[in-house]
């Protein structure tokens, strides 16, 4: 199990030298900001992402800032996701596939059992799609092309304060940054026409504002140490400061700059981006076993980009179910019993509207988390498809995975009295 670590410990590093790249492409992401990566570490990907109403003392919870409370020990958390997707439009298909970073931070009692602060870095949304329209008008062809890149990343410190003994609240504060680059550009051929000069309108918006949440969660104890949880979440609607850079190139076939015109040099504008209420419920007994649900709702009709156009997006909405069962946590000589299984499946109704219609996201999620000492290994793992070639003109269907160390320590900040 210790080269297992060993080895999960050099791939998260390595990967982490790269940054935030891009997971795969899809065309899908030239909508709003993108795809959103989400509010969930591996180990709770592999119950589709639950962690709205519960908490454990193994893993920080960066869903719910009110579940932070458990975390008792100083905890550490660093992962990487890969993805693989295939996109079709029922005639040509693309199987993009690639791995970045997905989340490093730490949680750390101010004052165990009663207040708790945790700090993370992780992805926010991701943009990257290009594809090519071909219209023929008068015998010239027009090769409309389209092309986005980049995404926004952000840093979360979150705090959970025990108000009672089933009663915990909790608040974060987002410093959300990146840049989201897109451009525009228009090939012609045809007879008298310089196909060797393409004009390409480029727009890249940088954005850096801070965002801000709350949430809560009530526990009822049940009956033998089983507990029913219930956790609410609200993130704040936020006009985020942007800057837009747009120039106007002329390139060659080969994508090389020929001249450059500013239209635009960093204007000052804005985007909103919309609320997000999540509710969640679920029963289990530490770490034992949990089921649970959480709902979601984001009000994406109230999007506003720098040019202030709602994009024709639609509300979301995301229901997720899931559970894991440990059959013995306190097992010594079986180290499958220590073992934690997850299981999980969702249903999201994305933000996107593609040719009139609403693009839905299904799938189904599974994982573990095999311990190494106080530490642990956590996978989870998604099989799920969005969209629909009679209604969208589009089908992608994806496997993506999540690895993630979780180490757990009592040790660490605290000064040494004796060597």
């Known amino acids: 199990m210790y080269r297992i670590l060993g080895i999960s410990l050099v791939v998260i590093f390595c990967v982490m030298q790269k940054g935030y790249t891009q997971v795969s492409s899809s065309p899908l992401t030239q909508q709003g900001i993108g795809d959103l990566y989400g509010a969930h570490l591996a180990n709770s990907y592999g119950m589709a992402g639950i962690g709205i109403s519960n908490g454990t003392v193994r893993y920080i919870n960066n869903q719910n800032p009110a579940l932070l409370v458990y975390n008792s020990i100083y905890t550490y958390s660093a992962g990487v996701i890969g993805e693989s997707r295939r996109t079709s439009n029922g005639v040509d298909a693309q199987k993009p596939g690639s791995m970045n970073l997905s989340n490093?931070?730490?949680?750390f009692p101010i004052k165990s059992g009663k207040w708790v602060s945790s700090i993370m870095l992780s992805p926010y949304s991701n943009v990257d799609f290009q594809f090519t329209e071909e219209k023929i008008i008068n015998g010239i062809t027009y090769d409309s092309r389209q092309k986005g890149s980049q995404g926004l990343a952000q840093l979360e410190w979150a705090h959970g304060i025990r108000i009672t003994k089933n009663f915990n609240i909790g608040a974060k504060v987002k410093y959300l940054f990146g840049s989201i680059k897109k451009e525009s550009s228009n090939v012609l051929t045809g007879t008298g026409v310089n196909s060797q000069r393409v004009p390409t309108i480029l727009d890249r918006d940088a954005v850096s504002d801070l965002l801000f949440g709350l949430?809560?969660?009530?526990?009822y104890k049940l009956t033998n140490d089983n507990y029913l949880n219930f956790g609410l979440i609200y993130d704040l609607q936020a006009d985020v400061n942007t800057n837009r850079l747009q120039t106007l190139e002329t390139r060659n076939t080969s994508d090389i700059v020929l001249?450059?015109?500013t239209l635009l040099n960093d204007e000052k504008g804005a985007m909103l981006l919309p609320s997000n209420l999540g509710f969640g419920i679920s029963v289990g007994k530490p770490l034992s076993w949990l089921a649970g649900v959480d709902i979601r709702l984001q009000q994406w009709k109230d999007f506003?980009?720098?040019s202030n156009s709602s994009e024709n997006l639609q509300n979301a909405i995301t229901v997720a179910v899931g559970g894991e069962f440990t059959p013995d946590a306190g097992s010594i000589?079986?180290?499958?019993?220590?073992?934690t299984y997850r299981i999980g499946a969702s249903?999201?109704?994305?933000p996107y509207v593609v040719e009139g219609a609403g693009v839905n996201d299904v799938?189904?999620?599974?994982?573990?988390?095999?311990?190494?000492?106080?530490?642990?290994?956590?996978?989870?793992?998604r099989f799920g498809k969005r969209g629909s070639l009679s209604d969208h003109e589009i089908k992608e269907s994806y496997f993506r995975t999540q690895l993630g160390m979780t180490i757990n320590d009592r040790l660490w900040f605290i000064k040494r009295k004796f060597d």
């Open 104 to 107: 490093i931070g730490m949680s």
């Open 215 to 219: 949430g809560m969660q009530y526990r």
């Open 259 to 261: 001249a450059a015109d």
């Open 304 to 306: 506003r980009n720098f």
């Open 333 to 339: 000589d079986k180290f499958f019993n220590r073992v």
């Open 347 to 350: 249903y999201e109704r994305t």
């Open 363 to 381: 799938g189904i999620n599974f994982g573990w988390s095999m311990p190494v000492g106080i530490s642990s290994l956590d996978m989870g793992f």
